[in-house]
């Protein structure tokens, strides 16, 4: 056909021009086999190296402690420079951004092993994308083609976040940034974007996200002063964000680093704590497993830069850009030769018949799709599909009830989660590596089942192509092969143990010619496979139709690789019974070949192992249960010290409030139920009130009344009954949660009430324990709030004169001079005045000392109610009362003593229904600094003052120096 005498043409051109294959990299050094030697990681030190080393140093240290006598040290280096280290392997691991790593993944360099996670403000973040940013008044900027002729500025070119990532959604938007735009400065720092975009410097700026956010918090920018532009709505994701999102920096491997050096590396960095000093250092809160890069690569070879910015000319590149050429050369060879007229109407032909071919192709396409779904579906076999990005976009019913997970949450890359950690790496380069080079791929790992076990699967994949050939990715299904998998370890330890066993035990023999197909069964096989003696056929048919159905494709498949390939087998499968009773037994074969390698004989045994397979599922049981009991006695003893813990802590408290932060923290450590809270009462008749919670305690009331809860009323602990669902008020019940409340009680006095939330399905191990937990928090805290409140309470009575509630002279000796010193430091003046109530013997001798005490009851409440909040009031002794007041200037402090004095003139005082004669009080005001800078020159001021007012006649208020 000439179509294909064209692309047959044009590739050996291709063929013909394409450059000699790279050499190969050179080996990497054998430092990473050498346990003596030290692993160095090369760090991407874009702040210099003293921060790289500042930053990521810890993680070396963290790694010689876990990884010992292995040593790593972190090698900050440029750009440039670890780009020639990788390709030197004078590295071994290195820590880079993302964007470089994509480099060094496409030269074939590098491999990952981790990923970072982030500090985010609601959670750990393995996700960053780009912001684009300009000022509030810009608000007709929407969208990347709103760009065209503005002025950019951006921190870096070769920055993922401030530029390359915003290249491909221009780019999708039908922008060219590079060329549509007016101007691109580079400031070389992402907070000079902000800054320059706010100062007018920019119309616009490209960021990466987090960073506004970042910013703001510190006070240094209003996020209402920005507009964002292309703003996107990531479900999960808390910043702004105007492109798509991208994984975080990696830590990568020199491909010749050993697999077990780098799943050592991993295995410790997934145990790394956010706590950790490593951790801290770095910013971050952790690692996570590896994510998918693939994104970026699209990134770059949409928007062509690194790897991909001079892409390899391909056939389809060839017939866009000549394609008329190439035709126009091919019709005047065919003119040349006369048969133009043939040409045209055999193409057109042709081409009728291959666009009809490739509609009816698509169209059955399309229905083959859907019937292989709906197919797919009612397999029981785990089947999935993947596209050609490696992102997984279908898995059938089976598969999502063996993980109990939802198609959504399986959908991408999802499916990872559910692979166990030690399997993983290998798991996704056998992935990775099948998928890049278009191969079949068969792998065995382990699957997490719905309830919580790792099972093996074996995993087979296969590529898919289209109609014309174009890959569409991979369709693969797996089996699970746990028990196989069980099988085969406990025959290689079980094998001396059951060897003596085996000599008593009824095994029938098998001797198979294989050339012609017959085989002889020992006398065993009848009862075996409960046949009477005789009664079993004595064919290969005949014991393959007893073997189990789901067991028969693994048993035909064992013999025939043993006869292709190997020269034994070894299997364990079911058996059934013609009464339908069920069997296990163990099949054991050795085949016998001749001088030209060609099987002629297979000698096999047939045992039965049910017995075996009993005992063993009994004895898992029995571990699982011990394991259970050891779980529970260690989670039993890391409560104890827990609560040890919080005790002290507790007892340690000197407020309040620390008791309920310690609490609120403590109840989280001990994983106290799915979430709860702490709630004390109020003054009385205003109900309790949340003061410290943890986890999700979002359906509990923080304020309720007392009536709201059922273990108030009926002073003790409430466990509403999921079949009654009698639920207290302060609760929003749900089905998905149970629900204890306890209250704190001393004394028939209620303090407070802790109250606990736990998932509906929770074991009731795990309830018991934690009505066990809240019986004994509850028991600590009432302790040590009773010994608080008992501290201030002995405390309020060493500081306060029991008659007329006023602060002591020992309190004021204390409190004087700290106030006084506050305000000479702040430059504000303070006023003291020395009050003494006129005649105040007279009502002592005339009506008697409860005279004497009700005047001075009364002569104090209205100094303690007309003075402000700030001022202090005390009774110095007898019938001397002091007022402080801390920064009050001298006119101030004189006319709230007259007020006050004139509300003691006229206060009603009555003795035993008598009323007494109109009080009055003399009053000396000192004021600092202006009398006196320390407390006893200012009390000895305002004496002298009050003296004066004494001998002026009393009922007098005089500053220092009046009445001289």
């Given at each position: 056909m000439?179509?294909?005498?064209i692309r047959?043409?044009?590739l ?9 294959p790279?050499?190969a990299a ?6 990473a086999?050498n346990?003596?030697?030290?692993i160095?990681?090369?760090?991407l030190?874009?702040r ?7 930053h990521?140093?810890p ?7 876990q990884?010992?006598?292995?040593r790593?040290?972190i090698?900050p280096m440029a750009?440039a420079d670890?780009?020639?280290?990788v390709q ?7 820590i880079?951004?993302?964007g ?8 074939g ?5 981790a990923?970072?996670?982030m500090?985010?403000?609601t959670?750990?973040l ?8 300009t ?6 900027l929407?969208r990347?083609?709103d760009?065209k002729?503005?002025?950019l500025m951006v921190?870096d070119?070769?920055s ?5 990532v ?7 938007q039908g922008?060219n940034?590079?060329?549509d735009t007016r101007?691109i400065?580079e400031?070389?720092?992402h ?5 320059g ?6 119309d616009?700026?490209?960021v990466?996200?987090?960073l506004v956010?970042s ?7 209003r996020?209402a002063?920005?507009h964002?532009?292309n703003l996107r709505?990531e ?7 105007s492109?798509r999102?991208?994984?975080e ?6 491909n ?5 050096l780098a799943?050592?590396?991993l295995?410790s960095?997934?145990?790394?704590q ?6 801290r250092a ?5 690692w996570?497993l590896p994510?998918n890069y ?12 690194g790897?991909?910015a001079?892409p390899?000319?391909t056939l ?5 850009r000549?394609g008329r050429?190439?035709?126009?050369s091919?019709?005047?060879a065919?003119l040349a030769l006369?048969?133009?007229a043939?040409y045209?109407?055999n ?5 009728k018949?291959?666009?009809?071919r490739r509609?009816?192709?698509e169209?059955s396409?399309?229905?083959s799709d859907?019937?292989f779904?709906d ?16 992102r997984?976009?279908?898995f ?7 993980t109990g997970?939802t ?6 890359d999802?499916w990872t989660t ?10 996704l380069r056998?992935?990775?590596e099948?998928f890049?080079a278009r191969l079949p791929f068969?792998?065995k ?6 309830n919580?076990?790792y099972r093996?699967?074996v995993?087979s994949g296969?590529?898919?192509y289209g ?5 569409r990715?991979?369709?693969g299904h797996?089996l ?6 069980r099988l085969?370890?406990?025959v ?5 143990r059951?060897a003596?066993?085996?000599r008593?035990?009824?095994i029938?023999?098998l001797?198979w010619?294989?050339?012609?197909n017959?085989p002889q069964?020992?006398?065993e096989?009848d009862?075996m496979?409960g046949?009477?003696?005789g009664?079993?056929?004595?064919t290969?048919?005949?014991y393959l139709?007893?073997?189990h159905p ?9 013999m ?7 020269r ?5 499968h079911?058996i059934?019974?013609?009464?339908g009773r ?9 085949v ?5 390698n060609r099987?002629?004989?297979?000698i ?7 017995d075996?397979?009993q005992?063993e ?12 009991s050891?779980?529970a ?16 802590l507790?007892?340690?408290?000197l407020r ?10 403590m109840?989280?450590t001990?994983a106290?139920?799915?979430g709860?809270m702490?709630a ?6 205003r109900?309790?009130?949340s003061v410290?919670?943890?986890?999700d305690a979002s359906s509990l009331?923080p ?6 809860c059922?273990?108030?009323r009926?002073g ?5 009954s999921?079949?009654?669902g ?5 609760y929003?019940?749900t089905?998905?949660l149970?629900s ?5 009680i001393?004394q028939g006095?209620?303090?407070?009430l ?7 399905e929770?074991d009731?191990a795990?309830?018991l324990?934690?009505?066990?937990l809240s019986v004994t ?5 009432k302790l040590a709030l009773?010994?608080i409140r008992?501290?201030?309470a002995?405390r309020?009575?060493?500081m ?8 002591n002279?020992?309190y ?7 106030e006084?010193?506050?305000c000479?430091?702040?430059e504000?003046p303070l006023a003291?005045?020395?009050l003494d109530?006129?005649?105040f013997?007279r009502?002592?001798d005339?009506?008697?000392h409860e ?5 001075l ?6 100094l303690?109610?007309?003075l402000?909040?700030s001022d202090?009031a005390?009774?110095?002794g ?7 007041m801390p920064?009050a200037e001298?006119?101030e402090a004189?006319e709230r003593?007259?007020r ?7 206060a009603?005082i009555h003795?035993?229904?008598r ?5 009055t009080?003399s ?5 600092a600094?202006l009398?006196?800078d ?8 305002a004496?002298?003052?009050l003296y ?5 006649g009393r009922?007098?208020?005089f500053t220092?120096?009046?009445g001289?």
């Open positions: 000439p179509y294909r005498f047959s043409s044009i050996l051109f291709v063929i013909a021009a394409s450059p000699p790279l050499l050179p080996s990497a050094t054998g430092a086999d346990p003596a030697a030290v160095r990681i090369g760090v030190a874009y210099g190296q003293e921060y790289a080393v500042k990521w140093g993680h070396a240290d963290y790694l010689n402690a990884l010992a006598p292995r790593f040290e090698v750009y670890l780009t020639r280290a030197k392997r004078d590295i071994q691991l290195l880079t951004n993302t470089h790593y994509t480099e060094m993944e496409m030269a360099s590098v491999s990952r092993i990923t970072r996670l500090r985010g403000p959670g750990p393995d996700r960053f994308g780009g912001t684009v940013i000022r509030a008044d810009n608000t007709q929407r990347y083609a760009l002729g503005l002025r921190p070119k070769s993922l976040g401030g530029w390359q915003h290249l491909r959604e221009a780019l999708a922008v940034l590079e060329k101007a400065v400031t070389r720092n907070e000079k974007v902000v800054e975009v706010l100062a007018g410097t920019a616009v700026g490209f990466r996200s987090d956010e910013m703001a918090a510190e006070g240094r920018i996020l002063d920005l964002i532009v709505h479900p999960g994701y808390p910043y702004l964000l492109t999102l991208y994984p920096w990696p830590l990568a491997r020199i010749e680093v050993p697999e077990a799943r050592d590396v295995i960095l997934l145990n790394l956010p706590d950790h000093p490593a951790a770095a910013g971050i809160l952790g996570t994510q693939q994104s970026v690569h699209d990134l770059f070879r949409e928007a062509r830069l790897p991909y001079n390899p000319v389809t590149d060839l017939v866009e000549h050429l190439l035709a126009t091919i019709l005047l065919f006369g048969g133009l043939w045209i109407g193409v057109n032909r042709h081409l018949a291959e666009i009809r509609i009816e192709a169209h396409l399309e229905e859907s019937r779904l197919m797919a579906n009612t397999l029981p076999s785990l089947i999935w599909l993947a596209g050609p990005d490696k997984c976009t279908f059938n019913r089976a598969w999502l009830a063996f997970r198609l959504e949450q399986e959908m991408g999802g559910g692979v166990h950690p030690d399997d993983l790496h290998d798991c056998t992935y990775t099948s890049d068969e792998m790992y382990r699957l997490r089942h719905a919580g076990e093996w699967i995993d296969t590529p898919r109609p014309e050939g174009e890959f990715g991979y369709f797996c699970d092969i746990t028990e196989m998998q085969t370890e406990a290689e330890a079980g094998r001396e059951y003596l066993a085996q008593a035990a009824r029938a023999s001797d010619h294989v050339e012609t017959r069964w020992s006398d096989i009862a496979l046949y009477p003696a009664g079993f056929p004595r290969l048919d005949a139709e007893r073997v789901d067991d028969r494709s693994t048993v035909q498949s064992s025939q690789a043993a006869l292709r390939h190997q034994n087998y070894a299997i364990e079911r059934v019974l013609p009464d069920v069997r296990w037994v163990a099949e054991v074969g050795d016998v070949r001749d001088e030209h099987a002629v004989r297979m096999g045994i047939v045992q039965d192992i049910t075996r397979r005992a599922e009994a004895l898992r049981q029995s571990n699982d249960k011990l394991t259970q050891l779980d006695l260690r989670l039993h003893t890391r409560d104890l010290t827990r609560i040890n813990e919080m005790n002290e507790l007892q340690s408290c309040e409030e620390e008791i309920h932060r310690v609490f609120g923290q109840a989280q001990l106290l139920g799915s709860g702490l004390l009462t109020r003054p009385p008749g109900g309790l009130q410290a919670s943890w986890g009331e304020l309720f009344s007392n009536d709201d059922w273990a108030i009926r003790h602990a409430y466990e509403p999921l079949a009654a009698v639920h207290c008020a302060h929003h019940a089905a998905a149970r204890l409340c306890q209250p704190l001393i006095e209620t303090l407070g802790l109250c606990i939330l736990a998932p509906a929770s009731e795990d309830w324990r934690i009505r066990q928090l509850a028991e600590a805290f009773a010994n008992l501290r201030e002995l309020e009575q060493a306060r004169d029991p008659l007329t509630g006023l602060f002279r020992r004021l000796d204390e409190t004087l001079p700290r006084l010193h506050a000479l430091r702040e504000q003291l005045a020395i109530l006129d005649h013997k009502y002592n005339t009506w008697g005279a004497g005490d009700q005047v009851i009364e002569v104090s409440r209205i303690r109610e007309h402000r909040a202090i005390c009774r110095y007898g019938e001397e009362l002091v007022a402080v920064r001298l006119h004189r003593l007259s006050i004095a004139h509300l003691v003139r006229d009603e003795i035993h229904d009323p007494l004669p109109a009080v009080f009053a000396g005001i000192a004021l600094p009398h006196g320390d407390a006893e020159t200012l009390m000895r001021a004496d002298q003052a004066a007012a004494k001998q002026a009922d007098r208020l220092v120096g009046e001289a």
